[in-house]
């Protein structure tokens, strides 16, 4: 094996973390899915809308309670899958998932961490963790992950254009 690569972000703001996504968002072109862990009010809601943005998606993104799986065109289509209230992980067999994390389209799926088994083997982990200091108040960090030598190519550039950019 070669090195890891991993790419860190540290979000002062909402604005940021959305910049940051519209960025991933307008480097992908189909077929990558986006696998986002964190707690309750972390951010992944606001992550996938930045994303979408960068897709070309016009429709708003939104967060209905039971909705397990969203749709949405775009430049390349979105299935934006929210699985918190996945009874159990089999439960995902029901909503079709292969379809869409095997299919033409990005894959964004909020809660990944509850099936770690149906993720496929090319996959982009990101992390978002709530924390705070002083000089900053509260923040996010944001970890990329990316899974499989294609995916560890686009966290790479991101990396350099977001450090760029900021
Ligand atoms: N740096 C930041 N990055 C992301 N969200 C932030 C940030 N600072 C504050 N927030 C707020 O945190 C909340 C995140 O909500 P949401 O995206 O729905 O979280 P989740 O989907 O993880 O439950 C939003 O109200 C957003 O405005
Ligand atoms: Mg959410």
Not at 128 to 133: H, K
């Amino acid at each position: 094996m070669g090195c890891y690569i991993l790419y860190i972000y540290k979000s002062i703001s909402q604005e940021k973390t959305y910049e940051l996504a519209c960025r991933l968002g307008k480097m992908l072109q189909g077929g990558e899915l986006i696998a986002l862990e964190g707690e309750l009010g972390a951010g992944k809601t606001l992550f996938v809308k930045g994303l979408a943005q960068g897709l070309g998606i016009e429709e708003p993104v939104t967060s209905p309670t039971f909705t397990l799986l969203q749709l949405y065109e775009g430049r390349v289509n979105l299935a934006h899958f929210d699985i918190y209230r996945l009874p159990v992980p089999e439960a995902i067999e029901e909503l079709g998932y292969e379809e869409y994390f095997y299919g033409s389209g990005v894959t964004a799926v909020e809660w990944s961490d509850l099936i770690k088994a149906y993720l496929p083997e090319q996959y982009i982990q990101v992390v978002i963790r709530r924390d705070y200091d002083q000089e900053q108040g509260e923040y996010r960090l944001i970890t990329f992950i990316p899974h499989g030598e294609q995916m560890d190519i686009l966290i790479e550039e991101l990396g350099k254009n977001a450090g760029a950019g900021n």
